[in-house]
């Protein structure tokens, strides 16, 4: 392994992924490095979930590569063990309580002392008085929780969340931005996907702006809901029936 | 390109003269049957057809294989045109069978092996077919039918010894020496010409399939720029 | 090695302890299968003397109806809330999903057949029979290979429109040749013919089971790639 394969996370080598008649994505060519903190901007169907599944190695894509700390997830399989995905579905058993579905996972995914880890995740979601309770049964807001508790459970190097912020009220949104503020503090990488611009921002230091499927915008953020109005606009000449 | 398109002018004129050839031969030049008569005839073109589903189900499987080692998008599309032409000649062996089962032994249909592995063949691929219709994703419709093509491939020693044991097991009408024992030195001639005209004709239905299917994902790829530039 | 058993015993019992809270699965099954052998009751109303040979038909018909209906719901409940994405990003080997999920249908399926055999000898009049060991080993045969082709093919026609039309269309077909031996082992056994008449279909179970199994263990990771 040569040291720049160290420095960066994620590299995407003209990434396509074609669905039926449309381009998801058309080749995407970016890195990211080791510690960087990424927002995906982009208008609905641009093209976000279908790049954080790739990367997450659930969607293969129909051309070009994808490598995560220099490895193609799709040869080795270990590399799953350092990406945390999140997406908006609960991905957890609606029928199971909160610490079955935690322990399923950790044990899956043959993590080290499993229901310590549980507790610990458990902990830091202070979500201690619902861990006994079936998911189903949570309300929504705990649901999130128990989905994010999920997510962290495999300690990823690489955070990968398709739209944190999406329905939560203010007190789970600082919640939130404080976990990635811890995340980020360890070095590690993320990439967020969002609409919202300024929540996404107090936390990364880059935002990339994606429509149709190709990057229209990559730089430090300060621009970026500039960029945005200008891709809507645009979008409001060619199509009325568009609403954003 | 403009080379391409003449061979297959000339292969398809060919195969045109060879059919009315085979025609010819079998109508006029073999000899006819002692006990069965004239209706034996069908035989010509009941045996090919055979031949020509089960080469093209082999090649279903060998494309779906070739599929998910490579992921070359060209073995899907030879699969689905094999599919789809040995499909069309299990439905010629089981029409005709019939036609020919009426007069020689009196009832149309039999649960002889032949007879019956040929329905379940057909019964597989035409599920394979099936399915390749309710999937939308062409990536996915191409790895998913790959693995159908395969299982179902490997099904087919399994059906048809099965359905000799049980047929062993139930006597069945006997068919006093079949077709294929001690046939006529004419016969034969007119058999393998006609196993040829068959082996071609799929050849060029094969062939002329995959063009259309190329053009038609051609046609998505267009699209799909189309959507871009909008 | 060690690893992937131990995984492989934590999906099978997740499958478990999830059918084992809701019955989502075995009860519909059950009833559905009792349905269909009250159906046969009046769509052959046999003789005493004839209903030997058609038990085996009724029984593998009103088996592979209802586990039909049953394997079909195995994956697509877990597409539902999205808990199939949080299986596949664990670093498990597809194959082990796969037989963590045949594993959980198969005894489904029989707690299913345990609930539903009395009925059949109670509804056709059937004498308790010496070779009743063998003809337990043919419905376990029977029904494992059902399994492992529904299973997969469940996966299959996870993503496709119509699913539940396409599931039985490709799962039938396939399991022709077992049906076949199934239904001769249990007929034959079941009218006390010679045992060795039912070892030749038990056999051909056994290559089914063993062929199918192994096929759909390594074709199962292209099955369930996006």
């Known amino acids: 392994m040569t040291p720049q394969m160290l420095m960066e996370t994620i590299r995407a080598e003209k990434v396509t992924k074609a669905f039926g008649r449309t381009y998801a994505l058309k080749e995407i060519t970016l890195t990211i490095a080791t510690g960087e903190f990424v927002g995906l901007f982009g208008p609905n169907g641009a093209g976000k979930s279908t790049f954080l599944r790739i990367c997450a190695a659930l969607i293969r894509p129909t051309a070009g590569r994808l490598l995560v700390r220099g490895k193609d997830v799709w040869k080795n399989l270990t590399m799953r063990g350092e990406i945390g995905f999140l997406s908006h579905a609960i991905g957890l058993y609606p029928n199971l309580t909160v610490t079955e579905n935690l322990l399923y996972f950790a044990k899956l995914s043959a993590l080290k002392d499993p229901v310590r880890r549980v507790d610990e995740v458990i902990d830091k979601l202070d979500m201690a008085t619902y861990a006994g309770m079936e998911v189903g049964r949570l309300s929504r807001g705990w649901q999130q929780r128990a989905a994010i508790a999920r997510g962290l459970l495999n300690d990823p190097q690489i955070l990968l969340w398709d739209e944190p912020f999406t329905g939560l009220d203010e007190i789970a949104t600082r919640m939130i931005l404080g976990l990635l503020d811890d995340f980020r503090a360890q070095g590690r990488s993320a990439i967020i996907s969002s609409h919202d611009f300024s929540r996404t921002m107090e936390v990364c230091g880059r935002a990339i702006m994606i429509d149709r499927g190709r990057i229209e915008y990559d730089g430090a953020g300060v621009d970026v809901a500039d960029a945005y109005r200008r891709i809507m606009s645009v979008r409001a000449g060619t199509s009325t029936a568009e609403t954003a | 390109m403009k080379n391409r398109s003449f061979i297959w002018t000339v292969l398809s004129y060919s195969l045109l003269i060879a059919m009315l050839i085979d ?190 299917k190329r053009v038609e994902s051609d046609v998505v790829e267009l699209s799909r720029r189309a959507a871009e530039k909008e | 090695m060690k690893k992937a058993f131990s995984q492989f015993v934590i999906l099978y019992t997740k499958d478990i302890r999830l059918e084992m809270r809701s019955k989502e699965t075995l009860l519909p099954m059950f009833v559905f299968g009792l349905l269909v052998l009250t159906i046969f009751n009046f769509a052959f109303d046999f003789p005493p003397d004839q209903i030997m040979s058609a038990t085996g038909g009724m029984l593998w018909i009103a088996l592979t109806f209802s586990m039909t209906l049953g394997i079909s719901r195995s994956f697509g409940l877990e597409k539902e809330y999205g808990s199939l994405d949080s299986t596949l990003l664990a670093p498990v080997d597809r194959g082990l999903i796969f037989l963590g999920k045949l594993l959980s249908n198969f005894t489904v399926a029989l707690i299913q057949e345990v609930l539903l055999l009395p009925f059949l000898f109670l509804f056709f009049n059937i004498p308790m029979f010496p070779a009743f060991p063998w003809f337990i080993s043919v419905i376990l045969l029977g029904t494992f290979g059902f399994c492992a082709v529904a299973t997969l093919f469940s996966a299959v026609t996870l993503n496709a429109r119509m699913r539940e039309v396409m599931l039985p269309l490709l799962v039938f077909p396939i399991y022709i040749p077992a049906v076949i031996g199934a239904v001769r082992a249990t007929t034959s056994i079941i009218s006390g013919e010679p045992l060795a008449w039912a070892f030749a279909w038990i056999r051909l179970l056994i290559v089914f089971d063993i062929i199918f199994v192994t096929l759909a263990y390594l074709l199962f990771e292209y099955v369930l790639e996006e």
């Open chain 2, 23 to 212: 025609l010819y031969l079998v109508l006029l030049v073999a000899p006819t049957e002692r006990t069965m008569g004239d209706v034996q005839r069908i035989f010509y073109f009941h045996v090919p057809s055979a031949w020509v589903a089960f080469l093209a189900f082999f090649t279903v499987f060998f494309g779906s294989v070739a599929y998910i080692a490579t992921r070359n998008v060209r073995y899907d599309r030879q699969a689905i045109a094999s599919a789809e032409i040995g499909v069309a000649f299990c439905t010629i062996v089981l029409v005709t069978g019939p036609i020919w089962a009426r007069p020689v032994w009196g009832i149309w249909w039999t649960w002889d092996p032949r007879l019956t592995s040929t329905l379940v063949l057909w019964l597989i691929y035409a599920s394979y077919l099936l399915l390749r219709g309710f999937i939308e994703d062409p990536g996915r419709r191409a790895i998913l039918s790959a693995v159908v093509g395969i299982v179902g491939f490997v099904d087919v020693p399994i059906v048809y010894m099965s359905i000799r044991w049980w047929r062993t097991q139930h006597p069945s009408p006997v068919f006093a020496g079949g077709a294929e024992s001690g046939l006529d030195p004419d016969m034969k001639i007119v058999f393998f010409f006609s196993l040829a005209v068959f082996m071609l004709l799929y050849a060029v239905l094969q062939g002329l399939s995959i063009q259309i």
